[in-house]
């Protein structure tokens, strides 16, 4: 995988080693601020929906002065320093539709066990030596992101963790940031027995011959789990996480990241951090809403809905998120037909929907007070429920336009409902790598016909949906590149091609993670494109997407990320 992400700088939240420069410095010039002038490489623009490119680019005050000819951008900044590409490209930066950068950020407290990593773990062996190489924090030794599918002898039962840590609570959670494992010593620090009730909605699963547990927690007892095995840790702990997953998602390219699931005390933090220049790249900051405890923070917040919290940088809250259904690798993606693969669940299972009284109400306040509205839909029935909802809220409050609605992941979307998203103007919000990662399995629960029609990327744009791409890490690799590189070739990690009908070109898919993302946060005048006037927020990557071979985009490296004219990474 291209730019696996180190263990060493995974690693970093427990001291300060970070690739990327405190915001506050800068954010601190030393005298006036002679500009830059970006020359000899292959610019685009992103302009328009054909590639454009220009000669030069020239930056001043975080702002993007000129862009076109180079006598012109030299005319504009006469004393600009230098800059040669040397036949590199480069774009606006990326900007993240949907992630979890402040989930990202306290994993970097363990141990990055995912497909992504720089030493991904093959065997269980490979886990338990990472393990073992973890110092404890909490008292716990966590690790994140492993794939059973991935591991050739299965994934670590309770006896190979009690071997290799018989005094010390070990936690690993799987890729999908919902399920994970413990050792019997986390199993007696949790309080687990095999007569304790599942917090639900969820599962501690006992072996069915014997009654013992497994170590397995599903759902609501591994979060709680993870909840207890971080515990708590003074702000400046956190800090030191933020840099660590900051310094991480730059080296992607990000300028703008988001995280969502905010609560009050992560919004507080967010400020802090930048209140004292931790943080570089803009966060978008998005709270959930089910029920009337989180209803209250949405009814009461403190923040103003789409503006940044430091005038046009830091933390914004565009809009809320409301949920309908969940992973489909879990079967738990709502879907109008049964899953093939049913096994463990009833007969007949389509998975698990969030009843309707519980959407719908929210999907109206966010109409009704002029709220952006993030629904989050998997299957097909999850995304049937958020169009109705849409609807019942458009009729009942005669709000119609575009009002920047989105259907985060909007994996299993038929045509007839992506005209239905053209029709009330709804964008989309697709996750390659979740094809990449999972595409092979869902053949198996879901059939070839289903399966192959995930994140109908190409079939949204026929019929006039905007559409963005993004990662969801640490739900999948961070990589913007291998994102691009599925998004054109539909290749799962084993090879297998996936529904190649739904393949983007290049730029189209390089559009969904620049202009059209800034359009999803109405940040199109400011972000996205290389326009004089925006923000001076750019990647330089080794290599063009747009002129190597499909199977290669994935591997371009990204040499600077610079956020408001100012590089927060640089490869070495």
Known sequence: MADALHRREFLAATGLATAVPPAGAMAQGTGPDPGVLYVNGQI????????????AVAVRDGRIVFAGPRDGAQAALPGARLVDLQGRTMLPGFIDTWGHFLLFAQQTLGVNLAYFADDPPRTKADVIRLLRATPPFNGWITGYGYSEALL??????????DAAFPDTPVLIGTLSTLTGKTNTAGLARLGLTPTTPAAQPGVVVKDPATGRLTGDLLFTPYLAARAASIGTYPQERAFQ????????LARQGYTTIQTYQLTPPDMANLRAAFDQGVLALDVMGLPAVSDAASGRMIQEGDW???????GDRGLKVPGYQVVTDAAPQLRLAAFTEPYLDTTGFPDGWKGSLIPREQVEPWVHYAYANDIQLFAYSNGDAGIDLSLSAIEKAIAATGKTGDRRTIIAHSYFARPDQLARYRQMQIG??????HLAVYGDQQLRLLGPARANKEAP???????????????????????VMAAIGTAVTRTTLTGRVMGPEEALSPYAALQGVTSKAAYNYREEGQKGTITAGKIADLVILDRNPLTVTPGAIKDIQVMETIKRGRSVYRRA
Do not use: I, K, N, Q
Not at 44 to 55: I, Y
């Open 44 to 55: 685009l623009t992103m302009e328009g929906d054909t590639p454009a490119t220009v000669e």
């Open 152 to 161: 050739s002898d299965g994934p670590p039962t309770l006896a190979d963790l």
């Open 241 to 248: 996480t933020f840099r660590a997953a900051e310094a991480l």
């Open 428 to 433: 989309a919000s697709m996750m390659p790598p």
């Open 457 to 479: 990327a190409a079939t949204a744009l026929s019929l006039g949906v905007r559409t963005t791409l993004h990662c969801d890490c640490p739900s999948a690799s961070p990589s």
């Open 304 to 310: 103003r809905w789409g503006a940044y919290s430091h």
